[in-house]
């Protein structure tokens, strides 16, 4: 895939992953647009994530996500999407951002999850006991995120650390 017909970079993975700091960081380097799916989701239906998984549960969060992403992978902007943790559940979506775009998958370990979401409030998900609500998500999920090209280990590194493997993998791949 040239430069030219790469549209979008999809940053997938499980919660904590750092989908949207290294996406906000990639995209600066790379001088391209960055949308978060689930900021996208908050700003189009005027409330927090938690308050829809609450009021109208997560089948409806799911529509809501299916549709802001395809839009966003659909427009004519070159972007860097960071899509939320459970997007990648729904094939039609899988589908979706492998026909749009060029996909990279977000790894780390459940110790390294637990330790960046600890203190999170804001994911439904995740509510309770943390260690092992993650453990529970990640072994459900354990092969939601092998349909991706590339891949790339979080793990003990920093923003910086994997923006710059990122790029080195689109290299290979696509022209930057
Ligand atoms: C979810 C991940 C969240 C958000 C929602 C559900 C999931 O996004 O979309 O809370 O099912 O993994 P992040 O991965 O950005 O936290």
Redesign the pocket.
Same mark, same amino acid.
């Given at each position: 895939m040239s430069n030219k017909e790469l549209r979008n970079i999809v940053l997938v993975g499980?919660? =904590?992953t750092g989908?949207?700091t290294v996406g906000a960081l990639l995209a600066k380097q790379l001088g391209w647009e960055i949308v978060d799916v689930?900021a996208e989701i908050v700003q189009s239906e005027g409330r927090a994530?938690a308050d829809i998984f609450e009021k109208d549960g997560e089948a409806a969060f799911r529509a809501i996500?299916t549709a802001v992403l395809e839009k966003l992978l659909t427009d004519s902007r070159k972007l860097i999407i960071?899509a939320?943790? =459970?997007?990648v559940l729904a094939e039609r979506n899988r589908e979706l951002m492998l026909k749009h775009g060029l996909v990279v998958a977000l790894t780390a370990t459940a110790e390294q999850i637990v330790e960046r979401v600890k203190h999170d409030t804001a994911?439904?998900?995740l509510q309770g006991e943390v260690k092992a609500r993650v453990e529970l998500l990640m072994e459900q999920r354990k092969h939601a995120y092998d349909f991706a090209p590339v891949s790339v280990d979080t793990t003990a590194r920093s923003a910086a650390e994997v923006a710059a493997a990122i790029t080195e993998q689109l290299e290979t791949r696509i022209q930057l």
């Open positions: 499980f919660m =904590g989908k949207s689930d994530i996500e960071a939320g943790g =459970g997007a994911r439904p998900l």
